[in-house]
């Protein structure tokens, strides 16, 4: 397991638990408990964690609070996410964290997967003198690059969430922290054909993720050595009848059932249950005759047969751009003449269910 990766891992439990145990985590994940304590110390050199005998706990305020010092007066950040429910709870979480630890304040705007209203959310932001903003496009760059050149025109610290960016020199202001979803999509693979699986397809919704996902489902299947093409269907969109996507997805089994296909990635969540059902209503049994693996890994674990699923970060990805934008208003305020901009990815984990095991 990588650094990334088990950094994630134990912020993750220590925010769902509020502690860690090193022997029992260590154990639960197979890593030495060396490693995991080390990891510890990088943690909390950096204020995420507080080290206490056996393992660690949350931060104390006054301990993770290097930043806030500094940030007088009080700092306001502004936040604009696509929603304010699926997917981005989460990391609007790991945001107001990250900003009460810093003594700061969040302003929160909702666009509601519209580019218009979150340029105009931006610069509502702006005008209103925040000193720093964090925002999640709603579409791709290579969809709709209008609000990643309007945030060029920002003149306070910006953090792209959860979005890769174009690599040219004209962005290089930009901060980005997100998930690296193609890394995701590979765990998946690799899971599955451990698995014994042997015709992994994937099926998608279209998003920003998408892509991403796309790109590494096809670069694990080629790094795998089976010689199989990819296997791909693409969905309807979100805002489609529910009896569209119900057509397309029993198309989907009924073409799964003709290539010989046994295992998919569904993206997102949601998708993969409503293809659960439509399995079920045809004798296709899960994970008996089709595994299933879920992407996202919101409403996963609640199907009726538990789907494993790939999690992204959801709250280290807000936690960290949070940081990342604090850290930068810090920077200004002292003046820096050469501020540092990041490009962070954070590595998604695979949570194992009952929807792609073999007895």
Excluded: W
Aim: with cysteine; glycine share 6%.
């Amino acid at each position: 397991m990588l650094q990334p990766q088990r950094h994630s891992q134990i912020l993750h439990e220590i925010e769902l638990r509020g502690s860690l145990n090193v022997a029992e985590f260590s154990e639960r994940v197979g890593v030495s408990g060396m490693t995991i304590r080390r990891d510890l110390v990088l943690l909390e050199e950096q204020g995420l964690v507080e080290r206490v005998h056996g393992g660690a706990v949350r931060p104390r305020r006054h301990g993770a609070s290097a930043t806030a010092r500094m940030l007088t007066p009080l700092a306001t950040l502004g936040m604009v996410v696509p929603s304010a429910g699926y997917y981005f709870p989460e990391i609007i979480r790991g945001a107001k964290a990250a900003v009460a630890e810093a003594g700061a304040r969040l302003v929160l705007g909702i666009s509601e997967y519209s580019p218009d209203l979150e340029r105009s959310q931006v610069s509502r932001l702006a005008n209103n003198k925040v000193d720093g903003i964090l925002v999640t496009p709603s579409r791709s760059f290579e969809a709709d690059p209008s609000t990643f050149e309007a945030l060029l025109d920002v003149k306070v610290p910006v953090v792209v969430v959860e979005r890769a960016l174009d690599s040219t020199a004209s962005f290089a202001t930009l901060s980005t922290v997100r998930s690296n979803h193609a890394h995701g999509a590979e765990l998946a693979v690799a899971h599955l054909l451990a698995e014994g699986r042997q015709r992994v397809a994937l099926a998608r919704r279209p998003s920003p993720t998408a892509p991403l996902v796309q790109e590494g489902y096809r670069r694990a299947l080629a790094a795998s050595g089976s010689g199989h093409v990819p296997i791909e269907f693409e969905l309807p969109p979100r805002e489609a009848p529910v009896a569209t996507l119900r057509r397309h997805l029993e198309e989907l089994l009924d073409t799964c059932r003709d290539s010989v296909v046994d295992a998919l990635i569904v993206l997102p969540d949601e998708v993969a249950i409503s293809l659960l059902e439509v399995a079920e209503d045809r004798g296709i049994a899960v994970p008996e005759d089709l595994a299933l693996v879920a992407y996202d890994d919101e409403v996963a674990s609640i199907a009726s047969v538990p789907l494993t699923a790939v999690a992204p970060p959801k709250f280290q990805v807000g936690y960290f751009a949070a940081r990342t934008c604090l850290d930068q208003v810090l920077a200004s305020a002292r003046g820096s003449a050469h501020e540092a901009f990041a490009r962070v990815e954070l590595f998604p984990v695979l949570s194992e269910r009952e929807s792609s095991r073999r007895d």
